[in-house]
């Protein structure tokens, strides 16, 4: 019999395995022409109807639209605008393995925050852990010593505002319907990339393989969300977080076997060293956890003594 760890592990694999593949087919619209934006809102196109039928099972559209959250939804979809407008370029640009290893400094900056703007208690392993990881980054960046494209330090400011992206979640709530969290931002996704796209008149429209693509790329993406969405309700956070960074495993697979673009040393130096440094900063908290959880199961015991 398959336990609830392991169950949480493959679909946590497989969710973020998806989301990889996902991004290899942006990655081969954004090489063969389709910009960013062109990119976004033909795939938004492709969400609203998933989510449309999806919807009686992620909270239904009319608790949706009952929300009292509304701005911060809407300032979240602006975020998640210019997050993917950074990313497809840095796709695009860097390949997938060095843009995934910058995008994973999100976590860290996370943390950050939390302990700023929500007062969150950060121990001294987690400081640790931190470090590591904006050390890792540097070793990839390697500012003064090499001439970089300066996108990559776009992708840095991208994983800022996935961080902000994540406090903001954390201010909505966990009792807002889960549907809410994707459904505004299609639709001011929509809006936004549609007039970018046509206000010139000049848009790439996808002809042929192209709409094969974007529905490949929406199925991944939906169906990975689902997978991890699923991990996290049914397993603990210190399980099948971790599988995240396979991301950056099946990035680099896709760049060396399909790109032939191979890591150099110093890229490959540090995503190891943040790989390491979120693993760490997952682990600490599980332990900090058990060690909670434990003291208050002892002092219950002692008090029904």
């Known amino acids: ?27 081969f619209l954004a ?7 062109e990119i976004a809102f033909f795939l938004n196109m492709f969400y609203l109807p998933f ?22 939804h809407v300032l979240r979809s602006l ?18 393995s060095l843009a995934y290893t910058l995008i994973f400094a999100a976590p860290f900056f996370s943390t950050i925050l939390a302990y700023f703007f929500l007062k969150d208690v950060i121990h ?3 400081w640790t852990a931190i470090l590591l990881g904006f050390i890792g980054v540097m070793v990839v960046l390697r500012p003064g010593v090499t001439v970089l494209d300066p996108i990559a330090y776009a992708v840095l400011f991208g994983a800022f505002l996935i ?36 206000w010139d008149g000049e848009s790439n429209i996808p002809i042929g393989t192209d709409w094969i693509y974007f529905f490949i790329i929406a199925c991944f993406h939906i169906c990975g969300s689902l997978m991890t969405s699923r991990a996290f309700a049914i397993a603990d956070t210190s399980v099948v977080a971790p599988f995240h960074y396979v991301q950056l495993l099946w990035g ?4 060396i076997v ?23 900063m997952i682990y600490r908290e599980h332990v900090m956890n058990q060690n909670i959880t434990t003291g208050i199961t002892s002092h219950g015991a002692l008090d029904q003594d």
């Open 31 to 37: 090489d063969d022409g389709f910009k960013a934006v």
């Open 124 to 126: 001294k392993h987690r």
């Open 252 to 255: 680099t697979g896709f760049g």
């Open 163 to 198: 961080a902000v992206n994540n406090l903001l979640v954390r201010k909505i709530g966990e009792d807002e319907p889960l549907m809410a969290f994707s459904l505004f931002g299609c639709i001011i996704g929509l809006q936004v990339f549609g007039v970018l796209n046509f």
């Open 1 to 27: 019999m398959i336990t609830k760890e392991k169950k949480g592990m493959l679909l946590s694999l497989g969710g973020f395995s998806l989301f990889a593949i996902g991004d290899l087919f942006i990655k």
């Open 51 to 72: 989510l449309m039928l999806l919807s009686p099972v992620i909270g239904g559209i009319k608790a949706t639209l009952r929300t009292n959250n509304l701005w911060l």
């Open 258 to 280: 399909i790109f032939s673009t191979v890591p150099d040393v110093w890229t490959g130096m540090g995503a190891l060293i943040i790989v390491f440094s979120g693993i760490y």
């Open 79 to 96: 975020f998640g605008i210019v997050i993917f407008i950074i990313n497809v370029t840095a796709f695009q640009k860097l390949g997938l």
